[in-house]
T-cell receptor, first 117, second 116 residues
């Protein structure tokens, strides 16, 4: 149980285009999901906290108009990288916290590799 | 400031040896710590966790030690196997500033290489 999926697993796009990444909790409901970014040989950095039915909370330095987050249901959160540029190339990882259980638990997705040309 | 860091960026061991990966944290108010394993191109995988009211916790081949006095966390892997080769992160769970969201802060990571 407690499986989180991401789609796509990898994407290549041209500079200036937008890319949408999906994060799904497959066998549980998640009121809260998190989006992380990881550059090569670096740690995971939290970008934003996504709450179902409300606006996401962004970490300092993360542009909310560039990284659009939508958490429209208890099993799906999406991250849209708008007007992507090469510096946005990174590994994007989501996690999901099950609703109604020990609130420190997070289950991670497999990540999405984004390459912007 | 609040941070979670690691002493050793890389660790190379022989198969069958025990491995010890260390982590220092600076926020004495942190009360929950987690170790994750991340293989290349994959998301983090939960290994073991520990709360601040404990100083040791054991799992299958893994042990986490917490020393609150010096704010130090370690992960011990017994009889290390080639499949244990990965990057290991410690993470600190702290209460979010804006409300009830707990947020994970990850350390820098240690690359563990197991030589056959």
């Amino acid at each position: 149980g407690a499986v989180v999926s991401q789609h796509p697993s990898r994407v290549i796009c041209k500079s200036g285009t937008s890319v949408k990444i999906e994060c799904r909790s497959l066998d549980f409901q998640a009121t809260t999901m998190f989006w992380y970014r990881q550059f090569p040989k670096q740690s995971l950095m939290l970008m934003a906290t996504s709450n179902e039915g409300s606006k996401a909370t962004y970490e300092q330095g993360v542009e909310k108009d560039k990284f659009l987050i939508n958490h429209a249901s208890l099993t799906l959160s999406t991250l849209t990288v708008t007007s992507a540029h090469p510096e946005d190339s990174s590994f994007y990882i989501c996690s999901a916290r099950p609703s109604g259980v020990f609130k420190e638990t997070q289950y991670f997705g497999p990540g999405t590799r984004l390459l912007v040309l | 400031g609040e941070s979670v860091g690691l002493h050793l960026p890389t660790l190379s061991v022989q198969e069958g040896d025990n491995s010890i990966i260390n982590c220092a944290y600076s926020n004495s108010a942190s009360d929950y710590f987690i170790w994750y394993k991340q293989e290349s191109g994959k998301g983090p995988q939960f290994i073991i966790d520990i709360r601040s009211n404990m100083d040791k916790r054991q799992g299958q081949r893994v042990t986490v030690l917490l020393n609150k006095t010096v704010k130090h966390l370690s992960l011990q892997i017994a009889a290390t196997q080639p499949g244990d080769s990965a990057v290991y992160f410690c993470a600190e769970n702290k209460f979010g500033e804006r409300g009830s969201n707990y947020k994970l802060t990850f350390g820098k990571g240690t690359l563990l290489t197991v030589n056959p």
